[in-house]
């Protein structure tokens, strides 16, 4: 079994989600996505996200037939605690991550980046919303 893991805030899906999570089942047998908790969103993205609560998110990430399970971290730790406890055997990131630091690549064999479809953004979204 070949374990994959990615991992977002996915607050309002859009096609460039869905495209990577076919990308990253592609690679394994299995697919572990990693959903940031209400929390993390608003220290990362503002006072204003997320738009949809984490429980909400789960739920419609749930129903995507190409991701086998969902779960939620609140810090980098609990994501790297995640990755030892299924066992990830490859990431799947934005390409926007090529030169940063992934959170818990050193505990993946492979770290793969997803051409970010540019003209599909969340944050657009919200703001075509206002």
Do not use: Q
Not at 7 to 12: A, E, Q, S, Y
Not at 28 to 42: A, I
Not at 66 to 86: C, G, M, P
Request: glycine share 6%.
């Amino acid at each position: 079994m070949v374990r994959v893991w990615t991992n977002g805030c996915f607050d309002v899906l859009h096609r460039g989600h869905i495209e990577m999570f076919k990308y990253a089942r592609s690679l394994g047998t299995r697919l572990v996505v990693g959903v940031d908790s209400d929390r993390r969103v608003r220290e990362n993205k503002g006072p204003s996200r997320p738009f949809n609560n984490v429980n909400d998110r789960m739920a419609v990430l749930k129903a995507i037939r190409w991701i086998d399970e969902v779960v939620v971290f609140d810090t980098d730790d609990s994501l790297r605690d995640h990755l030892r406890r299924h066992k990830i055997d490859s990431m799947i990131v934005g390409s926007d991550w090529r030169k940063k630091y992934v959170v818990g690549s050193e505990l993946v064999k492979m770290v793969y980046f997803f051409a970010r479809m540019e003209e599909y953004s969340t944050t657009k979204i919200l703001e075509g919303l206002k």
